[in-house]
């Protein structure tokens, strides 16, 4: 059964502290990885997506990769405007998301 | 450029009755997926129509229904509304064809319903 898991649940960071979040995934015929920020009230909005392992993409303070077995969004010295869900999802499933804190 | 719209955006139901969500999608979209997301939780897939058929579908029950018109906007219903059914329902579109899982979705912002 295809399965997308992302670790962690939540995470609270001071502004300018760099982390990682990950997504796992166990998908037969991978098409792409997609990672998704969702703020309160609202739809996800689209990020990137990833299509073979060792690809990177980038967009300001973020950086998704992706290997054969799981799919990482680092944040690079983040500001309190990243506060947000971040979902990934693989052939139209979605993970639970990691809900980011960030504090001034 | 019009993104994708929902209506209503809320809705309160009493358990039993039966509802109807509406979807436009994103100008150039051909396909519309619909998703159930319960607070604090990752959407949950429920199906995806294309070409006025459903195309796909997740782990839902017959109650949830749905139908893809001629200009690709799309309707979701569910029957025999149950306290578990609150949620919010995002609609996504995206280019369809044979590459309709490698594209991006483009959500809309939700229907928040409420069955009590």
Redesign the interface.
Known sequence: EDQVT?SPEALRLQEGESSSLNCSYTVSGL??L?W?RQDP??????LF?L?SAGEEKEKERLKATLTKKESFLHITAPKPEDSATY?C?A???????TRLQVFP | DAGVTQSPTHLIKTRGQQVTLRCSPKSGHDTVSWYQQALGQGPQFIFQYYEEEERQRGNFPDRFSGHQFPNYSSELNVNALLLGDSALYLCASSLGGQGANNSPLHFGNGTRLTVT
């Open positions: 992302q098409r792409g997609f998704y009230g609202k739809g996800p909005e689209f997506t299509y979902l999802a052939k139209l499933i979605f993970g639970t998301g």
